[in-house]
Structures are given as structure tokens and as C-alpha cells.
């Protein structure tokens, strides 16, 4: 079938890009008319025949002709059209009566009216009663005109120019920190995972040590069951895992007779000891053994000025997530797609019945929410009287599970017929398919972006940075239509300048700085617009190479977080004796022995080709192999603390030898049993470990650091 001109315009109208330039940066990929049909009918719109998509073109710019007021603006505070309004008024209109209302966030409204002629356009250009200040704004504006009246109302939002900057926040131009993935973490005193305590542990000792911040994986909302336990696939971007929480640290556990005669039962310290003595962590059974107690501790000790208020604070959104875990509870099944149908659809009466006859269920999970951002507060309270600059460093992953809460509460938003993936590189010839709902742009837009206000906000809370996962999916992401391999995917535009305003207005109010993690193929319009608002970029050093050669200390990118490597890649310890060739040939990443080899050989140059650069830059006095892999590990760090760049993240890993990789990319749980693995020794021996002393940086002269 041949297709019309329409079918074009209605997916440059989407945000479907036409065609795009692949890995190789030669060779030019364009979007088939069959993928802009797959991904049209992925956002709600038939396109499917010619005369389908000329009325839905029709309709769609139809209802932008008719519109006053488009749903949502998002405006600089230098921008010099920042106190005014363009106004949309009928066709052949010559002059028009208008009021105009400026609802501020806090204080009063202010008000002004007149009479104008639109342009030849048929816009009005009106000046607002006064020049809004930072902030969410509501505009409402009436205009009459020769036969009709037409009023609209619009979300104004005033950004500032950029995020904060890393002297802003920590009081420091350069510093550095210890990443972690916080479930790893082991101590005499959790519950079979890193929890909360730990976390505030970790940052108090590297304030000891001379950090300023701790980074963590997404502490995202998960179900914790089965194959459910990626930090990266949540339930929920907005709330968070509650598996965390560090139950004897909940207000009235130590009077509560009935906790106490829980886990003082004989079986339940063997069964506790078994959890914390585990290789890997048992989701499934730490969740149940933490809600046992949890449940008690609730029916006791729920209700106070404080809960009250962050159940107010935190409205509908916690309302929506508390039932669904409710309902996954009570159904047996955390995918909503699964459910009765009259479960799908959080506003159904069936749904209300459910609410109205589970209300303590419902409540036990908005008090779980509570209880760890209680938690999660006073560790960045201790860190911050430690003297951690920074603080806490939080992580958004890209997207949420198809399955999850965020879905079924706002199936507006997101886009069910597409996944959200990468197009084929030199790592997978059709590409890769993540499993994830895309957000519709549009939608998001027409709602204000107020889903995408929660999530920063989430993320922002209590911490001192954000590292946004795939930063350049704020700028475009690779959709890929249901059924379809990766290579016939395409892209779609996002309102970049809009997302990343608001990211620098939350930023702003929270104290926050923001690392886009921007690796891989990276169109070059990213790292400008990156740097104009302040965002910093991501820099491994496993990727930092010029040709065959590792790149010179001077040479990275100031505006940038310098790291190792990522959850994604192998840890130094595991780069340098190839153990993650060895698991990639054992799970089939790597097709044969042959091709193992040959990795095998090319990590050999690889690592000659370190050992030359770090001894070249000082931190090592000859290109020769040290004796001690913590020195080794120490060296890379001490390089990274040369660099320019304004963080330095430290792995926990790295610092304490670990070899085994936490995750193996494109690989399921039946191959590789992802986000379980533990570290080999406890927190609590991060002080006295020479290893870990060896490792840090040491080059106080280049990089910030606390007394101590």
C-alpha cells in the first residue's frame, strides 16, 4: 500500500524521527512507513490506510487550531518572553476582549484584562500582571471576539538556567564518592540485604575517609519475587523498596513485646542467620521475614503528626501504589494484566470496593513508604553530621515494568504497544528489546508533565545528587513495536528542554546535582545541551580510549562524573583476571571458545595498554604488573583523581576486590542470576581492610577532600 504525505506529517507530529545515523556513525537508517503505523497505533492513533491518516492529522491539528492555550509551558527566567503569553484565537478575528489570571504557586493572583488585534497568525501577544516568580504557575485566560468566547487554562512553569553546580552543593570544585549497590552490602547487623543502616554506615564512613558523597542503585519499588527484582525494571519510579527498610530501627520495635517474641524465636535467629550467611540475597524470603515484624510494628505504632502529614503530602499517587500492592497481595499475581478485569482500571468500582474493604492493607503499604523515607532522612541526617558534603547520590532508572504500578495508575501516560530498547550495534545485530512502556510524549505533555514533577522529586528527596539512567532517553528513546525485532524499531522525540527545566527547577529546590549517564552512541546535539544546563556527563574509564590507547588524565571531560565502570560492566577485579569473559562465554553472550579466545588476547593488550598509561601519568612507577590488586585498583582510582572531572565515584567493589559481576546485560535470571550477588565481607570491615586503604585515591593535592 502506498502510503500518503499524511502518514509523514503525522509522525514528525508524534515525535517519530525519520531516520537516524547507526553506531558506525556512516551508514544512515530510515524509519519505515510500516514501523511510523506500528508506533502511531502504539500512541492510540489508526493510521493504517491512507484516508486514516489523513483524518487523523486533520484531527490532531484541528485540535491544536482550536485551542487558546497550549496545556503547558515551561519558560526560563531569562528568557525575555517570560512575563508574556501568546494567546490562539479564531481564524479572521480582527480584534478581541481578553482577562487574564496568574495563579502562583504561593501567594495571591494577580489579574489584568484589555483589548488587542491578533497577528496575522491569529495570536494575541499578551503581558502578564507581573513577571512570575521560579515555580508551577497556573495562567487562565478568556478572550471574546466577534460571535463566541473562548477561555483555557495552562501550566506555567518558570525554570531556572541550569542545576546547581557541584561548588553549590558540596562547597568543593571536585570531590569524590563511593558508589554501591546498597542490596550487595553485607553487616552482622541487617536482614539478609543491604538495608537503610547500612546505607548510613557507608556514608559515615566515607565521610571518614574523605568522600563526599555516597551513590546507590534505584531503590525503586519492586514485588521481590521470582525474576521481579531488577533495580532497573521497578513497579514504581515514584515510591520505593521496602525491603530497605532496617526493621529494628522502626520506632517502638524495642518496646514491642510481640516483635521481640518474633525474632527472639530460636527458628527465627537460625532463619536469620541463614538469610545473612547467603551468597546471594533472597528477596523473596528477607520480604517475608521483614513483614512479619513490619505488620506488627504497624498495627502498633502506625498513626502520628508525621505520618499524617506525608500521607498528605503525598496524595493520590501513594493512594494508587499502596492498593496495588494491595491488590497484587491479595490476587497473588504483581502483574495487573493478569488481573480481573475490573481490578485493571484503578478508578472501577471494583477497585473501590477493594479499597473500601482492605483499608488496613492498603494502609500498612502507604506506612511502609513512610517508614523509609523516615529512614532514608535520618541516614542523610548522619552523613550530613559526619560531614559528608554531598550526601546522598541517587539513581532514576529509564523506565518501570509493563506490570507495575506506575502503569496501571496512569495508563494515559504510557504507551503499551511499543518497548523501549536500543537499535543494533556491534554488541547484538537486532538490537535489544528492555521490556519497557514507553512514555507517550504528547500525553505527557497534555498532562503537564506531572509525572514527570513526582519522579524527579522522588529522586531528589534526601539526596544531594541524581544520576539519570540513559540521559539521552530525555531527548529521544528507540521504540520498538510489539512483535517486531529490534532492527525495526525507530526513534521518538521527547521535549528535552521542557524535561530537563524542570529537572534543573527540582534540582534548584532540592540542592541537587544531576549526572546524566550518557554512554554509548551519542548524537552530537546531546553533550551541548547537556552542558547548558548544567547536567554532568558520564565517563568510564574502561571507555576513555583513543585508538588502541588509554586517554591521558587531562583529557576527560571537567563537567563530568569519572567512574571505572557501571552495574553493567565488569568490576576491576573481574577486567583484570577476564572473569567477566568467562561468564559471558558461559551464559552464550560470547557465541564460542574462539571468539573467547580472541577477547582473551585483546584484554591482554588492553591491560598492557593500562599499565602503560598509569605509569605514564605517575600513579604507577613502572608499566609493570604491582603485586597487590589493591594496589593495582588503587592506581585506576588515584588516575581518575588526576582527571579534571568534577566527581570521581569509587565502586564498593572496586574497593573491596569483588570479581563477580552484579548483572550480565541481555541475559535472563535462568542464565545469570542478576542483582543477587553479595559482597564477600561486612561493612563493618571496611575500616580495617588494608584493601580497601589501598585502593582509595590518595591524591589530596587534585582532588577535595574532608579532614579526616
Not at 521518538?492 to 549517564?517: S, T, W
Amino acid at each position: 500500500m502506498k502510503y500518503s504525505e499524511s502518514l509523514r506529517r503525522l509522525s514528525d507530529v508524534a515525535g517519530v524521527v525519520p531516520s537516524y545515523v547507526d553506531q558506525t556513525g556512516t551508514e544512515t537508517r530510515t524509519t519505515s512507513d510500516e514501523t511510523r503505523v506500528a508506533l502511531l497505533r502504539a500512541m492510540g492513533v489508526d493510521a493504517s490506510t491512507p484516508a486514516l491518516a489523513d483524518g487523523a492529522l486533520d484531527e490532531w491539528e484541528g485540535r491544536d487550531r482550536t485551542r487558546l492555550l497550549a496545556p503547558v509551558r515551561v519558560v526560563r527566567r531569562d528568557d525575555p518572553e517570560v512575563g508574556s503569553v501568546a494567546v490562539r484565537v479564531p481564524e479572521g478575528t480582527t480584534r478581541a476582549a481578553w482577562a487574564l489570571e496568574l495563579v502562583p504557586e504561593d501567594g495571591e493572583p494577580s489579574r489584568a484584562e484589555g483589548e488587542g488585534t491578533p497577528d496575522a497568525e491569529g495570536t494575541l501577544h499578551l503581558t502578564l500582571p507581573e513577571t512570575p516568580a521560579l515555580g508551577y504557575h497556573t495562567l487562565r485566560v478568556a478572550v471574546r471576539f466577534d460571535g463566541g468566547e473562548w477561555d483555557g487554562e495552562q501550566s506555567l512553569v518558570v525554570v531556572p538556567e541550569m542545576c546547581p553546580s557541584v561548588r553549590e552543593v558540596a562547597g568543593q570544585e571536585r570531590v569524590f564518592g563511593v558508589i554501591a549497590n546498597l542490596y550487595t552490602v553485607r553487616s552482622d547487623s541487617n536482614w539478609g540485604i543491604g538495608d537503610v543502616g547500612d546505607l548510613a554506615r557507608l556514608m559515615e564512613w566515607t565521610a571518614e575517609v574523605g568522600g563526599a558523597f555516597v551513590g546507590v542503585n534505584p531503590l525503586h519499588a519492586l514485588r521481590n519475587q521470582g525474576a521481579d527484582i531488577s533495580p532497573y525494571s521497578p513497579v514504581s519510579r515514584v515510591f520505593r523498596n521496602a525491603i530497605y527498610i532496617e526493621v529494628p530501627a522502626v520506632p517502638g520495635f524495642a518496646e514491642s513485646e510481640e516483635a521481640r517474641r518474633i525474632v527472639e524465636a530460636p527458628q527465627w535467629q537460625t532463619e536469620l542467620e541463614a538469610l545473612r550467611a547467603s551468597e546471594e540475597v533472597k528477596y523473596e524470603e528477607v520480604m517475608a521475614a521483614k513483614r512479619r515484624v513490619l505488620e506488627v510494628l504497624y498495627r502498633e505504632h502506625a498513626a502520628g503528626a508525621e505520618y499524617r502529614r506525608y500521607l498528605e503530602a503525598q496524595g493520590e499517587a501513594l493512594v494508587h501504589f499502596a492498593t496495588f500492592e494491595a491488590l497484587a497481595d491479595q490476587l497473588g499475581s504483581g502483574d495487573w494484566r493478569t488481573w480481573p478485569e475490573g481490578f485493571r482500571d484503578p478508578h472501577s468500582p471494583s477497585t473501590a470496593e477493594f479499597a473500601a474493604a482492605h483499608a488496613e492493607e492498603i494502609g500498612f503499604h502507604q506506612w511502609l513508604q513512610f517508614e523509609l523515607d523516615r529512614q532514608l532522612g535520618e541516614a542523610a541526617a548522619r552523613g550530613e553530621r559526619a560531614g559528608l558534603a554531598m550526601g546522598l547520590y541517587q539513581d532514576l532508572a529509564i523506565g518501570t515494568s509493563p506490570a507495575g504500578a506506575d502503569v496501571w495508575a496512569n495508563p494515559h501516560l504510557f504507551v503499551t504497544g511499543a518497548s523501549i530498547g536500543a537499535p543494533p550495534d556491534e554488541y547484538s545485530a537486532e538490537g535489544q528489546n528492555w521490556g519497557l512502556p514507553p512514555l507517550d510524549p504528547r500525553a505527557l505533555r497534555e498532562d503537564a508533565y506531572r509525572y514527570w514533577v513526582r519522579l524527579v522529586r522522588a529522586s531528589m528527596r534526601h539526596a544531594g545528587a541524581l544520576r539519570i539512567d540513559h540521559a539521552i532517553g530525555l531527548f529521544r528513546q528507540f521504540w520498538i513495536p510489539e512483535g517486531a525485532a529490534g532492527k525495526d524499531g525507530a526513534y521518538v522525540r521527547f521535549p528535552v528542554e521542557d524535561l530537563l527545566g524542570i529537572l534543573a527547577l527540582e534540582a534548584r529546590r532540592h540542592g541537587a546535582l544531576v549526572v546524566g549517564e550518557d554512554l554509548g552512541t551519542v548524537p552530537p546535539e546531546v553533550p551541548p545541551v547537556l552542558r547548558r544546563w548544567g547536567v554532568l556527563s558520564s565517563r568510564v574509564f574502561y571507555f576513555e580510549r583513543e585508538g588502541d590507547e588509554f586517554r591521558p588524565a587531562a583529557e576527560y571531560e571537567p563537567m563530568s562524573l569519572a567512574t571505572a565502570n557501571t552495574h553493567d560492566m565488569a568490576t576491576l577485579a573481574g577486567f583484570w583476571r577476564g572473569r567477566d569473559i568467562e561468564v559471558k562465554r558461559a551464559v552464550g553472550v560470547i557465541p564460542s571458545d574462539e571468539a573467547a579466545a580472541a577477547q582473551r588476547t585483546e584484554r591482554e593488550h588492553e591491560r598492557r595498554a593500562i599499565l602503560e598509561r598509569l605509569a605514564s601519568e605517575g600513579v604507577l612507577p613502572s608499566p609493570e604488573e604491582p603485586e597487590s590488586g589493591a594496589a593495582l585498583r588503587g592506581a585506576v582510582h588515584e588516575f581518575l583523581s588526576r582527571t579534571p572531572a568534577a566527581l570521581v565515584g569509587v565502586s564498593l567493589d572496586d574497593l573491596l576486590g569483588e570479581a563477580e559481576p552484579v548483572n550480565v546485560p541481555g541475559v535472563g535470571p535462568s542464565e545469570f542470576s542478576a542483582w543477587t550477588r553479595k559482597l564477600a565481607v561486612g561493612i563493618e570491615e571496611l575500616a580495617r581492610d588494608p584493601r580497601v586503604r589501598a585502593a582509595l585515591p590518595h591524591d589530596e593535592g587534585r582532588i577535595s577532600r574532608a579532614a579526616g
